[in-house]
């Protein structure tokens, strides 16, 4: 297991040798991303879970994406859940002179745990996805699409700021995520997602976290990254159809 890591460094270190021989040309951007996440549950360790995503470029002036997730999760108890979907992106062109979106479609697997600490609550996340990007050419759709694996994981902590329960709670998280795939060569790591901000109860179904998102990503070129500095609004909903009150547990949303 230590030789396989240690593997994996040099792999990444590699890979990275290429945009250190370029001038690296860093993408600045302010962006804004909405979005709502559910969870269903309609038996003890079952739930339907779903949500939507909306990015938008310069504040929100301009379109970035718009994806839907949806897919089933199996709970065995309060502290993991295993989840398995489908998803779409809608992904806006980046050359401005362009009109054509570009479509994704996604399978993937995920597996959440969730404990706490005294008052911090930690939440784990690893997802496994399987991509298909369309390639557009020229402002069309080419008709060939490019095939992807990707990894994330991602740790969150969430903490009281006040012993008053109506105020809100601190939100600190990070997430790396890393592809692989036959074009995929001088960016094995493809992007970093730090967020801190605030999480708070509306009433027993609905919270929401609001705060600032930094998303790192670097390029297919190797010696291109886009900066984005993020405005983040992601509104949660769990609920059940069952009588019955079962115990909940987070949709942590992201696309």
Do not use: C
Request: glycine share 6%; hydrophobic share 35%.
């Amino acid at each position: 297991m230590k030789n396989n890591f240690v593997g994996i460094l040099i792999l990444l270190f590699s890979l990275n040798v290429f945009g250190q021989t370029q001038k690296k040309e860093i993408n600045q951007q302010l962006q804004t991303w909405v979005s709502i996440n559910t969870v269903t549950r309609f038996a003890d360790k079952w739930a339907v879970i779903g949500d939507f995503h909306i990015r938008r470029n310069d504040f929100v002036s301009d379109p970035s994406f718009y994806f839907i997730r949806g897919g089933f999760s199996y709970i065995p108890n309060s502290n993991i859940s295993l989840n398995l979907g489908y998803a779409h992106m809608w992904l806006a062109p980046s050359n401005p002179d362009w009109s054509t979106f570009s479509d994704e479609n996604r399978i993937y697997q995920q597996a959440q745990f969730n404990i706490k600490f005294g008052n911090v609550s930690i939440l784990q996340r690893l997802r496994n996805e399987q991509r298909w990007q369309e390639k557009i050419v020229n402002d069309k759709s080419s008709g060939d699409w490019r095939f992807t694996n990707r990894v994330r994981y991602l740790m969150s902590f969430t903490f009281p700021i006040s012993d008053k329960k109506s105020w809100p709670q601190m939100v600190l998280s990070d997430e790396i995520l890393i592809h692989f795939g036959e074009e995929v060569v001088y960016n094995t790591f493809d992007q970093n997602r730090f967020f801190i901000g605030i999480r708070k109860s509306i009433n027993p179904k609905w919270s929401y976290d609001f705060g600032y998102m930094n998303v790192y990503q670097q390029k297919y070129s190797g010696y291109q990254y886009d900066m984005n500095h993020t405005i983040r609004l992601f509104f949660y909903l769990n609920t059940s159809i069952r009588k019955e009150p079962i115990p909940t547990i987070e949709n942590s949303g992201d696309e």
